[in-house]
Structures are given as structure tokens and as C-alpha cells.
């Protein structure tokens, strides 16, 4: 580490820093590096993360959605047959349809119908997927194979095919349809929660908790769970 005599004078600007070791020189109005980042003028750090901002956006949505009623400047099917067409306003934000209904006020309510129906199919493949993934990928076996070659059974079915067949046992509606559609997604999740569950369940604090005693249950919902989760997660959103 070099040594700066305090009582050198600068030389021509530049400050003498000769050492045993070598000689160096620093011009004397250049401000020494301390290691730190200069916080002026820096962005949030929500802002510099986009993954916020997503949030941000789908929060937005949501909010947006289940307020409506409250948020729409008009209601959903109301019409003004003098308003057809009409671009965008300050009356009509973003124009009105055929009817004179204004269509702001119909992306609301939409919103409300399509979050809604993506939440029960994604709950119901969750609910159905998750389980089924972890017991096949932590019990492993025959049940790993009875479980996967059910989901083989089902994955060998074309996606529409399966949604129909499965809407006409439940019956007609919003609710059985978007159920249906749940059933079809699940084994994508199941795949999905038992590759995962494979490669944690041999990992080493696995292997230790199994070693100091813990029971099964606990091992499964204190380490493979929340390991494992996070794919699942990712395609649950993806899916919405």
C-alpha cells in the first residue's frame, strides 16, 4: 500500500505520491474514488425494476376491474344512438361502438369477466395440478407412474375436444366452462410440480432434515414446497 507524505507540495498540479515501492501521480483536482455510487439523480428503485412496474400495471388492472361500477362514466349497455362511432372525446375517451355505448365503460365490465373467468381455470388447474405433481415427484413408484400416465391420458386428448367433453358432463354456464378449462390445463402443472419436485427432494438440506428426524410432511411444506413453487408460479401467470 502506498504512502502519501501529508507535507508534499503539488508539483505543476499533480501531487507527488513516490513510494519505495514506485513513483505516482494524481492531479490534485481530481476528486478521489471512495467506492460509494452517487445517489443524485437516480431513478426509484421501482422504477429501474420492470418487474414493478408489471406489478404496478396488473394492479392497476385489477383495481379497475373491481371497482367498475364505481369508475365508469357510464353504464355498460347504455346507448345513445346519436354517439355511433364516435372517436375518441372528452366525453367518450376512447369513442363509442355501433350502439352509442361507450366503450371505455365496456372495457371495465370486460375486465371484470375475462380476470374472472382466468382466475377459477387457473385455480382449478392449480388446485388439481400441484398436488398431483408433488405426490407423483416426492412418493415417486407406482404412484409416480399411476399419476402420469393419467396425465399422459389426458394430454393425449386435443385441448377443445376435452374442454367440450368435459363442459357437457358439468352443463352449460360460465362457471362449468371456465372449470372445464381448468381441468384441461391441470396436468401442465403437474408435469411442471413434479420435474421440479425431482430435483429438490435430492437436494442436501433435504437430505438433512430427513436425517435429523423431520417428518415427511414437514420436509414437503417447509423445503420441496417453497423451492418448487416458483415455475409453477410463472406458468400460473403466464396462463392468466
Known amino acids: 500500500m502506498k504512502h502519501i507524505d501529508q507535507d508534499a507540495e503539488p508539483m505543476n498540479g ?40 408489471a406489478y404496478a400495471l396488473l394492479g392497476a388492472i385489477v383495481l379497475i376491474a ?18 355511433i362511432h364516435l372517436g375518441m372525446s372528452s366525453d367518450f375517451w376512447f369513442g363509442t361502438d ?21 382466475t377459477v381455470a387457473v385455480g382449478v388447474a392449480v388446485l388439481l395440478g400441484i398436488p398431483a405433481g408433488l405426490l407423483a415427484g416426492y412418493v415417486g413408484g407406482w404412484v409416480d407412474n399411476v399419476i402420469m400416465r393419467l396425465v399422459d391420458t389426458l394430454l393425449a386428448f386435443p385441448t377443445i ?44 438440506y433435504v437430505d ?3 436425517t435429523f428426524g423431520a417428518s415427511r410432511r414437514w420436509v414437503v411444506l417447509r423445503h420441496v414446497v417453497p423451492n418448487a413453487i416458483q415455475p409453477v408460479i410463472v406458468l400460473g401467470a403466464h396462463m392468466l
Request: hydrophobic share 45%.
Open 98 to 118: 355501433g350502439f352509442g355505448r361507450d366503450n371505455l365503460t365496456r372495457l371495465m365490465y370486460g375486465a371484470r369477466v375475462s380476470l374472472g373467468s382466468a
Open 14 to 53: 499533480r501531487l507527488d505520491t513516490s513510494s519505495p515501492t514506485g513513483t505516482s501521480t494524481v492531479p490534485a483536482d481530481v476528486p478521489v474514488a471512495t467506492g460509494g455510487r452517487r445517489r443524485g439523480g437516480r431513478l426509484p428503485r421501482w422504477v429501474r425494476r420492470p418487474v414493478s412496474l
Open 161 to 204: 375436444v376435452l374442454a367440450i367433453g368435459v363442459t357437457a358432463m358439468l352443463g352449460v354456464g360460465m362457471t362449468n366452462a371456465m372449470v372445464a378449462v381448468g381441468i384441461v390445463l391441470a396436468p401442465a402443472f403437474a408435469r411442471v410440480m413434479r420435474a421440479q419436485t425431482l430435483v429438490v427432494r435430492n437436494r442436501l
Open 66 to 83: 373491481l371497482f367498475a361500477p364505481l369508475l365508469a362514466p357510464y353504464g355498460y349497455n347504455d346507448q345513445d344512438y346519436a354517439s
Open 208 to 210: 438433512s432434515a430427513r
